[in-house]
């Protein structure tokens, strides 16, 4: 099988950290194309970054058909377009922070999200309460990093990641932690071994579960909401 696993954002080095990830834990026989997006922000840290993201990562779904994709990972935790993606992409289109946060309420009965600036905190939140999971949710937290300077090396980005996992730890009182951002996914091992809590990727869960759908043969319903875009 083959997945596109799309970093909206245009930082190409991050996509490669986020391909390099997925392929780390994908199943022998799958093949990981990764993309960077077109014309799109270096990273996305708001709404208006997400918008922006957006008409690129269509266009790159579009051709995924063609290009012979069974199914896509959408590495962002805004979840930008996620809609819009399935309705263009016959395929399982999954989102990073949906399977994350579906990932965690399995393996434990609550988890906090630990995210990259604060004003990342309400979008997640919502997301979160819109996959039905606030209940599970202790809280959103931010590291108070820009994403970008998780490629900078000696900013101390792993750190600030760890000491506030360490925290949300002691004063939320969960029992795992996600990852809130595509481009801490090469970090998981090591901020796993060093806070002995389960700390989940985004990247990589989604990976599997969109293996999982494509191996069971399901696809995107196309009778109801996520149907063909109608062409004006």
Not at 10 to 35: F, L
Not at 63 to 74: F, I, L, N, S
Not at 107 to 127: C, G, H, N, Q, Y
Request: charge should be negative.
């Amino acid at each position: 099988m083959k997945i596109l696993v799309m970093n909206p954002n245009s930082t190409t080095s991050m996509t490669d950290k986020i391909v390099e990830s997925a392929r780390q834990k994908a199943s022998a026989g799958t093949t990981i194309i990764g993309a960077s997006g077109d014309d799109a922000p270096a990273s996305i840290q708001g709404h208006y970054d997400e918008a922006m993201s957006v008409p690129g990562l269509l266009r790159r779904l579009a051709q995924a058909e063609a290009d012979g994709v069974d199914g896509v990972v959408v590495a962002c935790f805004d979840d930008p377009g996620i809609g819009a993606c399935r309705e263009v992409f016959s395929g399982p289109v999954l989102g990073i922070c949906e399977a994350a946060v579906k990932a965690a309420s399995m393996v434990s009965t609550s988890f906090s999200v630990v995210t990259t600036l604060p004003r990342a905190i309400p979008v997640i939140e919502e997301l979160i309460h819109g996959y039905g999971l606030s209940h599970r949710c202790r809280r959103v937290r931010s590291a108070e990093i820009p994403v970008l300077a998780l490629e900078e090396p000696g900013s101390g980005a792993r750190e600030k990641v760890r000491d506030e996992i360490m925290r949300a730890v002691r004063e939320d009182n969960c029992e795992a932690i996600v990852l809130g951002c595509a481009g801490m996914a090469d970090l998981t091992e090591w901020l796993t071994k060093e806070t002995g809590v389960p700390v989940i990727d985004g990247v990589t869960v989604a990976t599997r579960m969109v293996e999982a759908l494509i191996g069971s043969g399901i696809k995107t319903s196309k009778i109801g909401a996520y149907a063909v875009p109608i062409k004006s």
